[in-house]
């Protein structure tokens, strides 16, 4: 009876030994599964980290080459300005006081427009006119690269939430 209960005892530490080697294995296989899944979810992030960091920087570069174009442009009409070789104007009420149809003045010597009167603007009001128009298109483009980056960052929310 001993021996029969030693080989009981025998067998059953067995079953159990391979019992337990079989969860271990299958545990084991699980945290290797799952780890993989995590590099591969690490490995996408960093794939979309990149491109969004490339299409982010090419907005910037282009957003960059905006402003230096409207700086530059702003530059050449500053100068054209100083220079008299451009004079601003504006579109001024042509009524005489002395007539009572109230019909507008006839076209000035060299003038192309017909019916209106254009005042030219004092060269420094002229300066500051275009320096205002500078500075809001200057805040128009910022406004479209702070749209931009928004937008990009904004389409890529997702990619960085685990989907595991």
């Known amino acids: 009876m001993a021996g029969s209960g030693w080989a009981a005892w025998e ?5 159990y030994e391979r019992q337990l080697a079989t969860q271990a294995e299958v545990h084991q296989r699980e945290r290797e599964q799952a780890a993989v ?3 591969e979810w690490q490995d996408r992030q960093q794939v979309e980290r ?8 090419a907005n910037d570069k282009t957003h960059y080459q905006e402003l230096t174009n409207a700086q530059k442009s702003q530059a050449r009409l500053r100068d054209r300005l100083a220079t008299a070789d451009l004079r601003l104007s504006v579109l001024v009420e042509a009524t005489t006081p002395s007539s009572c149809d109230g019909l507008p ?6 003038s192309l427009v017909h019916g209106t009167a254009r005042g030219e603007l004092d060269p420094a009001a002229a ?7 500078g500075d809001g298109d200057q805040g128009l483009i910022a406004l479209a690269a702070c749209q931009a980056y928004v937008k990009e960052v904004d389409s890529c929310a997702d990619c960085y939430r685990p989907s595991l």
């Open 127 to 133: 300066q500051r006119i275009v320096a205002i128009a």
């Open 37 to 39: 899944a995590v590099i």
């Open 11 to 15: 067998w059953q530490a067995n079953s």
């Open 50 to 57: 990149r491109a969004l960091e490339d299409r982010l920087q």
């Open 105 to 110: 003045a006839g076209p000035g010597t060299g």
